[in-house]
């Protein structure tokens, strides 16, 4: 199957800082790229949908001025979360559109904001 | 009404046993449906994927979709412990066939005791 890798695995980081995750298509090209979010116990949330070489698309409830995604190329997306906190402690996770019928999905990015 | 509804359980069974895992959902557009296996803090990975309503099969796994009930099911026969994980439901109206922005069920916990 597809595989899709996120960089990195594990973040932690002090409050107020930013953090860049990188998400990668390693096998195909993907034109679309999702994000979510997943809180223990939760189920995943969308946050955006990101085109290759147009804006992402934002989730209601999701701030794009803190989260920041590019898609610079068929095979790379990021997510920075801007001036990060502790309520954005989360698993973020990117999955990727093979063809037109599935998504594929990176195996997580677990932050924590001290 | 949340759109897809699991009961997150946790489901404990016996090595051996047939585990049924449900959804319901309330949006009648959804078309495509999917079954995705997630292990702890690990990302998600596609185990079953179905359009419109039907049976399908693959090996110990059966993925069931009744849309005039809105109801969907993956059986597990034989069940092992290395199925122990948290089976997320996921579906998708679509566009033009493809499958972007799912919505998934938060999830039910499964273990397979040996």
């Known amino acids: 199957g597809a595989v899709v890798s996120q960089h990195p695995s594990r973040v932690i980081c002090k409050s107020g800082t930013s953090v860049k995750i990188e998400c990668r298509s390693l096998?195909?090209?993907?034109?679309?790229m999702f994000w979510y979010r997943q809180f223990p116990k939760q189920s995943l949330m969308l946050m955006a949908t990101s085109n290759e070489g147009s804006k992402a698309t934002y989730e209601q409830g999701v701030e794009k001025d803190k989260f920041l995604i590019n898609h610079a190329s068929l095979t790379l997306s990021t997510l920075t979360v801007t001036s990060a906190h502790p309520e954005d402690s989360s698993f973020y996770i990117c999955?990727?559109?093979?063809?037109?019928?599935?998504?594929?999905f990176g195996p997580g990015t677990r932050l924590l904001v001290l | 009404q949340k759109e897809v509804e699991q009961d997150p359980g946790p489901l404990s069974v016996p090595e051996g046993a047939i585990v049924s895992l449900n959804c319901t959902y309330s949006n009648s557009a959804f078309q495509y449906f999917m079954w995705y296996r997630q292990y702890s803090r690990k990302g998600p990975e596609l185990l079953m994927y179905?359009?419109?309503?039907g049976n399908k099969e693959d090996g110990r796994f059966t993925a069931q979709v009744d849309k005039s009930s809105k109801y969907i099911s993956l059986f597990i026969r034989d069940s092992q412990p290395s199925d122990s994980a948290t089976y997320l439901c996921a579906m998708s109206a679509g566009t033009q066939g493809g499958s972007e922005k799912l919505v998934f069920g938060k999830g039910t916990k499964l273990t397979v005791n040996p």
């Open positions: 999955s990727a559109i093979v063809g037109a019928e599935t998504q594929y």
């Open positions: 179905t359009y419109s309503s």
């Open positions: 096998d195909f090209q993907a034109t679309t």
